[in-house]
């Protein structure tokens, strides 16, 4: 069964290989989409090479949606988009993948069913296709090099679809297994630091040592550092220590 | 030669298939990119299947810069990101491939070099790998089902970097080779229709009439028409005009 979060259908018009619809599948199920349309494969349906390419997202070709006519398959809807990367004479509003999937999640949560629409391999939509249309979807390639395929279109349109119902968390930081070392932490180090450094003689001339410590405790309050940075730096002092003695 | 505007280096890290490389190519340059690193490609360099799949991107294979060692590939770089899906032990900061791009498109801006790392096809990049980097980018991929490939992870980053760079408008209507219609072209059309609509007695009965007509004119002023819209129009309601004086 499709999954029942509001989501736009995505139908494949005529395509031709059986392995774009698999990858189509995947790149639709990477971001959460489940409900495909197909109108008109060029191989018949079911299609082998179609199952082999899908492979985890095989579920979405058993419950693909097959129509003899572009007509047939976008009865139901409200809102259409096509894409294409050409420029046609037709007028009709062209949004950029962002906005189209941001309008798509809006109509889709106001319970209206919105699909998009996509081409063929080589010609892509025809004019007839998208004058069905409400509005088109253009990717904003490099105007010397378009040569977006079809599982291409599919998987960047998808990802603007997750972006837009997704918290997207712009950064996070993984802490592994760790925390962030507090300042009793740090200072515990540069204290334990500061006390072998001493006994090394590192702190010299004598007249610079507190300047020298300042600078030095300040360079481990500047970094980021976790509670395993902290206990692996204790470490390699201990190391250093353990070391020197055994030179003794 | 590569292009000399600024813009991160994308580096494929001991790629396994030929054919990988040439979509990642092609994948860089529909989004304008065209530097590109290898580092230990497993079927040595060139690679006939990259060429044969990279077509029109075949200048970034030509023009990419090969290393022995990923030490060797980032040597000059400032920046470094690497791509990757799982969950590291390794404290180090997520982005999302928009804030990544965000960043690195600032970082290239004021001179800096940027690198992002993508690893290989089955595995991805090893530990090792992703510690010489100072940031990781994470696709938001569907948890249940996260199958993005090595071209499919260039194409979105490469999106990505366009979407940050490029001036992206939402979006416009493309009005083929016509114009808006302005006030006095939609008036002109109510008014023709409106009169021969008198003539035909759909203004019935009299004392709705002026209710009617408000109404007609209203939902003319309302369509988002264009001047082509408004001749096609007129060429209707003459016809019916032609084809009703041809029946009497």
Chains 1, 2 share one sequence.
């Not at 809006?106 to 069905?132: C, I, S, Y």
Request: charge should be negative.
């Amino acid at each position: 069964m499709p999954s029942d979060t509001p989501q736009p259908a995505f139908v494949l018009v005529r395509p031709q290989m059986g392995e774009n619809i698999g990858a189509a599948a995947r790149a639709m199920w990477n971001f959460g989409l489940d409900r495909m349309r197909i109108v008109a494969p060029r191989d018949g349906w079911p299609n082998q090479k179609a199952v082999a390419m899908a492979s985890g997202a095989g579920r979405l070709l058993d419950e693909a949606q097959l129509s003899a006519t572009l007509a047939d398959s976008l009865e139901d809807c409200d809102f259409v988009f096509a894409t294409t990367a050409r420029p046609r004479e037709l007028t009709k509003p062209v949004y950029s993948p962002e906005a189209a999937m941001k309008l798509a999640a809006e109509k889709t949560a106001a319970g209206q069913k919105v699909a998009v629409m996509f081409g063929p391999e080589r010609a892509g939509l025809e004019n007839e296709d998208v004058a069905r249309a409400n509005a088109i979807i253009t990717v904003p390639v490099n105007p010397e090099f378009a040569s977006l395929n079809l599982g291409q279109c599919v998987l960047l349109t998808a990802y603007e679809w997750r972006r837009q119902v997704e918290e997207v968390v712009d950064v996070t930081t993984d802490l592994g297994k760790s925390d962030w070392a507090n300042h009793a932490d740090v200072d515990a180090l540069v204290n334990h630091y500061e006390g072998r450094l001493e006994e090394a003689g590192f702190f010299f001339p004598p007249e610079k040592a507190p300047g020298m410590k300042v600078v030095f405790r300040n360079l481990f309050s500047r970094l980021p550092l976790t509670r395993a940075d902290v206990q692996m730096l204790h470490g390699v002092m201990r190391q250093m220590v353990r070391w020197k003695e055994k030179r003794d």
